[in-house]
Structure formats: structure tokens, C-alpha cells
């Protein structure tokens, strides 16, 4: 399949993409976002105006969760939770060409607390996991967090990473469903395999176990779905009776789902061989035939077939969350570590009948 690549000198990296990808992503109107939190990278991919593919690479430390709203992307990293938002006024141009610049604008210090993925909440408010202190946590101005929901079988808030909760869904605002690597409270790493669970928050009810490594359950046309990591598959739950359907295996270890219009858009690593999970995964991909990669795939959930497809090759060989935003065609980012960051000033004009009256 002919692709078009780019190649980022500074991480040794090629970046290529399926043939019809620029096309989707215009058909559907769209952009992604990405993170990679080894090499410290937020990916913005889009549809330059020029007819060729845009990637836009930003540092932040260990960048992991994603959550977008329109004009407004958070992101999860090692220690904080940042806020970037788009600064461009209606029917403006970003260097005549980006239809979204987003500019990192705040970031709350909320310490290594793990944070995986995110949400927000009716109000606005984030909502994260935290893994290492086993809950379900909301932006709280002042300490860390403030603590919403744990398993009703971890029997307190403590830094010792118990269950290794790491995924969540949300309903209307509301957290719904989470999922974690094991139904434990002294230690999820000393459980027999297969031990992860999907959990339903509101009745603290464990739907589904004996899952191989559960991560990023969606909610999605009223159907819930799942990435069971270590088979390497994208699995419908009925929520009702935890009953598994298959609906697509795909080359890697999967971490990251977002969902649109009937597609999945998954993120894929290539397996830690180093570690007995990334061992089984590598396994079951040579049982099936398939050697593992990374990069990002567009899986059409009616047929399971992969549509479209980015990948990536060379110094980086893991992927962790991905976001969809809809509506955007073209968008870049001005990180914490850009150049561009010092001089990038905006403000509110004065409303005209304040001028000269005074403050």
C-alpha cells in the first residue's frame, strides 16, 4: 500500500500513512491527537489546505490522557494536568493556514499520581484515574485532587498502585465505567493472568472479568466497548450481563480508543518484551501470523476491517491515548517547550462602551 511519510530528524522517527488517510480525514471532517509518553510527544495530525497531511509535534513530560472539548484539549503528563485552548477568533487563520492553534495555557501541579485517562464532567470539571491511588478523581484547586469513586474492594486512598485502574468511560457527564488490571487490594501484579475487570461506577458492580489487560472503555450508540490489550483486540461488552462479542484483533498492544461515526481509532505499541504482559501479546500476535507495530488504526466496528492507518517507525515504539476532534481540520499546538510560546500573547479588547469611562 503507497503511503506518505514524513521524517522527524530529532526522534529518529518515519511517520507514513495508508493512502486513503488524508481523504478520510477530510470526508469526515476531522483531526486526531495523539500522545506517546516515553518520548514525552503530543501529536496534532490533520489535513493541510495544501492537500497533504500536517503533523504537529509538542513536548510535555510523559504525556499520556486526552480529553477533548470543542476548542479545548486537556491532557494528562508525569505530574500535571494541562489545559490548552484554541486562541484563534471565528473565521480566523493560524499563519493562514491552521483553523485551531492551541495554546498550553494552564497546568495544575497535581504531583505523580499516576493519571491515566480523562474526562469531563456536566460542569466542566476534569475527571481523571489515578492508578497509584486506585480511584476516580476531579480537579480540585487547591490539593491534588479531590477523590470521587474506588472500587468497593480497595478498602482505602493509598499510593500503592493496588488494582492498576486505568480506564474510564463517561455517560452524560458522569463517570460510568472504569477498568483495571485486577480486583485486588494488596497488589494487582501478584494475580493470576488473566485477572482485569470492567467495573460499572454508579453500582460498583464488576461486569466482566478474566479480561487480559482491560484498558479504554467507550461508550458509543449505546453499545460499550473495550481494548483487551493483552489479546490484542477490540471487544463489545453487553453491559446488562458482561457477555464479550469480538469485533476486531489488531498488531500490538492497545491503549487509547476513541470512537466516531462507526469507526474505532485505536493506538498500537509494539510489545515490552522485557515484560511477561508484552510477552503475551507478542505471542499472540505470532499465533495469528501478525508482526507488531506502532502507530494509529481506523477500524470500521461493523466489519472489524482496518480502513485507515498511521505508522510509526524508529525511536518511537509506544503509543498511549488518542482523541478525535471533530470539526477541525488543520490544527497545531504551541507547547510549554516552543519557541513560539514566549510571544504568544492574546487578550480580550475593552468592550467599546467602557473606553474612557473609566475602571
Known amino acids: 500500500m ?14 507514513s500513512f495508508s493512502r486513503g488517510f488524508e481523504t478520510w480525514l477530510r470526508v469526515h471532517q476531522l483531526s486526531l491527537a495523539f500522545t506517546s509518553y516515553r518520548t514525552g510527544t503530543l501529536f496534532l495530525v490533520g489535513a493541510h489546505p ?14 499520556m490522557g486526552l480529553c477533548w472539548r470543542t476548542g479545548r484539549l486537556y491532557l494528562g503528563t508525569r505530574h500535571q494536568l494541562w489545559r490548552l485552548d484554541n486562541r484563534l477568533r471565528p473565521g480566523e487563520l493560524g499563519d493562514r493556514l491552521f483553523d485551531q492553534v492551541l495554546v498550553a495555557r494552564n497546568a495544575q501541579t497535581i504531583g505523580d499520581v499516576g493519571i491515566r485517562e480523562l474526562g469531563v464532567d456536566a460542569h466542566g470539571r476534569v475527571v481523571f484515574v489515578s492508578s497509584r491511588y486506585s480511584c476516580l478523581c476531579r480537579h480540585h484547586p487547591t490539593h491534588s485532587f479531590e477523590p470521587l469513586w474506588k472500587p468497593g474492594f480497595i478498602s482505602g486512598i493509598a499510593a500503592e498502585d493496588r488494582c492498576r485502574l486505568n480506564g474510564l468511560a463517561t455517560l452524560d457527564g458522569s463517570p460510568r465505567y472504569a477498568t483495571a488490571l485486577g480486583a485486588s487490594d494488596r497488589g494487582w501484579r501478584d494475580l493470576p493472568q488473566p485477572s482485569g475487570i470492567l467495573v460499572d461506577v454508579t453500582s460498583d458492580a464488576v461486569i466482566a472479568d478474566g479480561l487480559a489487560l482491560p484498558h479504554s472503555p467507550r ?35 492497545l491503549r487509547g480508543l476513541a470512537i466516531h461515526a462507526g469507526y474505532a481509532v485505536v493506538t498500537i505499541s509494539r510489545p515490552r518484551l522485557d515484560d511477561p504482559r508484552g510477552a503475551e501479546i507478542a505471542e499472540a500476535l505470532r499465533m495469528r501470523g501478525e508482526e507488531p507495530w506502532c502507530g494509529v488504526l481506523i477500524v470500521n466496528l461493523a466489519t472489524g476491517e482496518t480502513v485507515e492507518w498511521i505508522a510509526l517507525d524508529g525511536a518511537i ?43
Open 50 to 63: 495544501e492537500g497533504s497531511i500536517w503533523v504537529d509535534r509538542q513536548a510535555f513530560d510523559q504525556a
Open 219 to 253: 461508550l458509543s450508540g449505546g453499545c460499550l466497548y473495550l481494548l483487551e490489550s493483552g489479546r490484542g483486540r477490540i471487544l463489545r461488552i453487553d453491559p446488562a450481563n458482561g457477555e464479550r462479542h469480538f469485533v476486531a484483533a489488531c498488531p500490538g498492544f
Open 317 to 359: 515504539t509506544e503509543l498511549f491515548d488518542v482523541a478525535v476532534l471533530p470539526g477541525v481540520r488543520c490544527p497545531m499546538a504551541i507547547g510549554p517547550e516552543s519557541a513560539r510560546i514566549h510571544d504568544t500573547i492574546s487578550f480580550e479588547p475593552i468592550p467599546r462602551q467602557a473606553v474612557g469611562a473609566g475602571v
Open 2 to 15: 503507497a503511503t506518505r511519510g514524513l521524517h522527524d530528524a530529532a526522534l529518529a522517527t518515519r511517520i
